[in-house]
């Protein structure tokens, strides 16, 4: 069964943040998205559910309106359009999977969950930084900065929700190939928090699909790359805007599209040769790995990691998974 989007006349575009990020996420994009119509960034703080922070979106926003979500955001738009897909116009997904969290995710979900209920929120935050950042990233003390302050605007009350939230949802890949409005699946080709075949499940799936693959970039691309996240994001909104709005974007249908990235036009399109099942190439249960990369965030005075509780090897076996 198909699943028909809205078209859309006046622009209203509502951004979905990330878990354990506040709109300060969407600041790079943020006057692009002005330029094209309102903007609004939806509400994931206070609610317990994926499913509730959908209907809150659809309670509280206006009649049709073009969807941006990020990680955790991706899993609120999803489910958004499985509710009302006549009101979405566009849906742009970030960094995001359609999959629900094996069980090792989950073990880890809880283990993360425990530490921040026992007061080891900041060690958390900490800990996870060099997953949400691509590898060469890790040293930036920018992104470090504006790591911590969205997680503090987040606070663990929040986080414990927003893990709560996003451990019970749904998978969504039977809802992909009858969504049939225009769809961007932009993922960081360095991410190792939801590795790039993620976004290529989804764009295999979706026929009105556009995968753009961000070079340099992680699981942050949006403020890791600004420039080419904010031309990519107009990219989007413009196809939201055609008189054709339904289709296929930028060519024919599929996965086939391009890496993003110094000396690359966002409009190249080059084939990419894409399994029907990418997932099933990546390690781990599921398609995910638990997590991979980057050094701890700091450990207990017993060499243990503030995260997994285990042994401190050198190298972050799972953190949050956003």
Do not use: K
């Amino acid at each position: 069964m198909s699943v028909a989007c809205a078209t859309l006349r006046v622009m209203h575009t509502i951004l979905v943040p990330p878990l354990l990020c506040s709109p300060a996420v969407y600041a790079s994009i943020l006057d692009t998205v002005w330029s094209h119509g309102s903007v609004a960034v939806a509400d994931t703080l206070h609610d317990d559910t994926i499913a509730d922070m959908a209907a809150r979106i659809l309670r509280t926003g206006p009649a049709r309106f073009a969807l941006l979500g990020t990680s955790m955001g991706g899993y609120v738009a999803l489910e958004v359009v499985r509710r009302a897909p006549e009101r979405v116009a566009g849906l742009a997904l970030v960094s995001t999977s359609a999959r629900a969290d094996s069980d090792d995710q989950l073990a880890a979900r809880r283990r993360q969950s425990r530490l921040v209920e026992e007061g080891h929120f900041d060690a958390l935050v900490d800990a996870a930084f060099p997953g949400v950042v691509a590898a060469r990233n890790e040293s930036d003390p920018h992104l470090l900065r504006a790591w911590r302050g969205m997680a503090a605007s987040v606070g663990p009350r929040g986080f414990l929700r927003q893990q709560a939230a996003t451990m019970d949802r749904t998978d969504a890949r039977d809802l992909l190939p009858g969504i049939t409005c225009p769809t961007f699946v932009i993922h960081g080709a360095q991410d190792r928090l939801i590795p790039p075949d993620a976004g290529r499940e989804i764009a295999a799936a979706v026929p009105t699909s556009t995968l753009r693959i961000v070079e340099h970039a992680g699981h942050f691309l949006l403020l890791e790359r600004p420039d080419e996240a904010t031309a990519l994001v107009s990219e989007f909104l413009d196809a939201v805007r055609r008189p054709s709005g339904r289709g296929v974007i930028g060519g024919s249908a599929g996965p086939d599209r391009d890496p993003v990235g110094p000396g690359r036009a966002p409009g190249d399109v080059r084939g990419r040769g894409v399994s029907r099942d990418p997932i099933a190439q990546v390690p781990g249960e599921g398609g995910l790995p638990q997590y991979g990369g980057g050094r701890r965030g700091g450990s207990h005075a017993d060499g243990r990691s503030p995260v997994t509780g285990q042994a401190d090897t050198g190298e972050t076996r799972d953190a949050t998974h956003l």
